[in-house]
Nanobody
Framework: QVQLVESGGGLVQAGGSLRLSCADS????????MGWFRQAPGKEREFVTA????????YYKDSVKGRFTISRDNAKNTVYLQMNSLRPEDTAVYYC??????????????????WGQGIQVTVSS
């Protein structure tokens, strides 16, 4: 059973960095891609980034391009999100997600099959 566990969130000042990790503790995921969404208070969950498991192709929300980097370790069934030059508007709960097959659109919530519990990222101004 796929069980996604996030770590690495916290509080950081604007301009700072954080690195999120997401491990499949069940070590059973062998699907299409993994990624991150985020949800700020009062807002809908939005796509941040994704990486395909076999090819390593990456996709980013426009506002994080050049600041965030997603990577994966296939052997550890783990995906990472390096976040640099953080801004107050990046404050949100970040959710790790996994997609078993390439159905739907990469940027939509309903394309994904598994979700972590979420981890808070707070950027102070």
């Amino acid at each position: 059973q796929v069980q996604l566990v996030e770590s690495g969130g916290g509080l950081v000042q604007a301009g700072g960095s954080l690195r999120l990790s997401c491990a499949d503790s069940g070590r059973t995921f062998s699907g299409y891609s993994m990624g991150w969404f985020r949800q700020a208070p009062g807002k809908e969950r939005e796509f941040v980034t994704a990486i395909t498991w076999s090819s390593g192709n990456t996709y980013y929300k426009d506002s994080v391009k050049g600041r965030f980097t997603i990577s994966r370790d296939n052997a550890k069934n783990t995906v990472y999100l390096q976040m640099n030059s953080l801004r107050p508007e990046d404050t949100a709960v970040y959710y790790c997600t996994a997609r078993a097959r390439p159905r739907g659109r990469t940027t939509t919530v309903d394309a994904y099959d598994y979700w972590g519990q979420g981890i808070q990222v707070t950027v102070s101004s």
